[in-house]
């Protein structure tokens, strides 16, 4: 680093890092990088996220404010619960048509845009479309993705994109995408909100209707973004911002507050038993409360209230934890990217936008090339649940962008993919950094996480990473807890990003996606 930085860009796809980066170089803004890294990103990382899927973000102005976009889009407005149940149990299928919900991502793009970006529309998508036409190298985690996915064979449009005369493609391969290309075009030309009304939406709607989705033309009209305050709470003289619910940010929130009552003196080493009861429990807090907000109204107190973090401490100081509950369904594995960036006016973005599974829903709508999200699995079809599937409403989310400040000034934009366990990331790289670590050691660091992530597992099980320093392995092996050892790099602890700007931007990116940071 040197003392002439003034601004910062970190993604999972070295692509998109690039894009952003020149973007800020030639005078755009953090919104300006963030919006063409995002766009390279759907083509580049097309298992992680697409046009199809959903998008949350945080935008801090200039002037200090920040906003929060929910880009999460809602069950159609014809979906009957009931019949699915009838139709496949009790529990909601992981993938296929019942599984899309409404794609909030482009909208979401559009809200950013609004919210001050300095470059037209459509030199965001510039980029991106010329990735899609002339291909794309595959990256490592496409190539496995691609490799491991059923949906690559099954499915006719993901076919005709992921595979070369029926072999999958592998790494360094080209990927070219000539569909996605035209409708990135047409988005281009014709605004984001093309994706939702008008010829484009209307092509979209019939695919999803052929592939026997509830989402409609209808549905596309009717959907908005939120932009709205974020979610926040102090933490060591620190203000974490997150997004509110249907967002899973809270458990962030809750988690840091409980540590601030808690005091222990080494969260991440001997005492990491105590930090995991408080992210285990508020895991099981959020399954059995997290809903829309529009249906289910959301009580701060239940989540961060003063009882409630003292139940959490109880838990904590003696073991207590609920009891133990298996995991239905599969993890999501490969559901998320974050592009964090800052730029020299004081501008940040932090953006996280997601299919949620690898390749979301398995259903890619072949003649505008895009891949739907399978969202829509989150919901529970018990009627009596607070996220119980119904019409126009949002699944609860697993994403969540984070920022950090004192005293108004920025002090961090943070990012991360891992589904269930965001928060848990979120939580050992931001004690990281406030210990003093850079980013990049600070989201490369050995973690762990707990809670269940495969079928079956119980929600004590702690992923354990190698290379995690032995008093937190020694605290994390107590009754209660079942732990399993991890390979270094392993994507079951998730990809973060994150620039940290103390004294002057400083960014890192993980090690264990194909990304990188860069300053200037």
């Known amino acids: 680093m040197t003392e002439t930085t003034e601004h910062a860009i970190a993604t999972p796809h070295v692509d998109a890092s690039r894009t952003g980066a020149e973007v800020l170089a030639s005078g755009g803004n953090a919104i300006d990088a963030a919006l ?15 046009l199809g899927g959903d998008l949350f973000a945080l935008v801090r ?4 404010g920040v906003l929060s976009v929910n880009a999460s889009g809602p069950a159609g407005a014809g ?23 409404v794609p909030g991502m482009v909208a979401g793009w559009g809200a950013l845009h609004g919210l001050g970006a300095s470059r037209p529309w459509h030199r965001h998508l510039e980029r991106a479309t010329e990735l899609a036409a002339e291909g794309v190298a595959v990256a490592d985690g496409l190539a496995d993705a691609i490799s491991e996915s059923p949906g690559v064979r099954a499915d006719p449009g993901m076919a005709a994109v992921f595979t070369r005369a029926g072999t999958p ?10 569909a996605l290309a035209c409708t990135l075009g047409r988005l281009a030309a014709d605004g ?8 484009l939406a209307d092509t979209l709607a019939a695919g999803l209707a052929r592939a026997g989705c509830a989402v409609t033309a209808a549905d596309l009209r009717a959907y908005d973004p939120v932009v709205e305050p974020p979610l926040r709470r102090s933490f060591a003289g620190v203000e974490v911002l997150t997004s509110a619910p249907n967002s899973s940010g809270v458990l962030l929130l809750q988690a840091l507050a409980a540590l601030e009552a808690l005091a222990p003196a080494d969260p991440l080493g001997a005492d990491a038993g105590q ?9 099981a807090q959020r399954d059995r409360m997290l809903a829309d907000p529009a249906f289910v109204a959301f009580d701060r107190e239940q989540w961060l209230g003063e009882r409630r973090i003292e139940e959490l401490v109880t838990e904590a100081r003696h073991g207590l934890t ?6 239905s369904g599969t993890r999501p594995d490969g559901d998320t990217v974050a592009v964090v960036t800052v730029d020299a006016d004081g501008g940040a973005v932090s953006l996280i936008q997601s299919l949620y599974h690898s390749f979301g829903a398995q259903i890619l709508e072949p003649v505008t090339g895009v891949l739907f999200h399978n969202r829509g699995a989150s919901f529970s079809l018990d009627p009596g649940h607070p996220n119980a599937l119904g019409p126009r409403r949002r699944p609860a989310h697993t994403l969540m962008p984070v920022m950090a400040r004192r005293e108004e000034r920025l002090l961090g934009v943070l990012g991360t993919m891992g589904g269930r366990v965001q928060a848990q990331i979120h939580v050992q790289v931001l004690l990281r950094l406030l210990e003093g670590a850079t980013p990049q050691d600070a989201v490369d660091a050995p973690r762990w996480v ?21 008093d937190a392995q020694r605290a994390l092996r107590v009754p209660g807890l079942t732990p399993l050892s991890v390979p270094r790099g392993s994507d079951d602890v998730g990809h973060a990003q994150a620039i940290w700007t103390e004294r002057e931007p400083a960014a890192g990116s993980d090690a264990r996606a194909d990304g990188m940071a860069i300053c200037g």
């Open 36 to 50: 063409a890294a995002a766009a390279v990103l759907t083509v580049a990382y097309p298992h992680n996220c697409a």
């Open 61 to 64: 102005r200039p002037d200090g």
């Open 79 to 101: 979906v009957d619960a009931r019949a699915l149940r009838a139709a496949v149990g009790a529990t909601m299928p992981v993938t296929g048509p019942h599984t899309v919900t």
């Open 169 to 178: 493609l592998r790494a360094d391969e080209l990927v070219r995408q000539p």
């Open 192 to 199: 984001p909100r093309a994706f939702y009304d008008g010829e």
């Open 275 to 283: 930090l995991a009861s408080i992210l285990r429990s508020g895991s």
């Open 322 to 327: 609920d009891p133990e509950v298996p995991l």
């Open 450 to 470: 707990v809670g269940a992530l495969e079928a079956g597992e119980q929600d004590g099980t702690v992923r354990i990473e190698e290379g995690v320093e032995s």
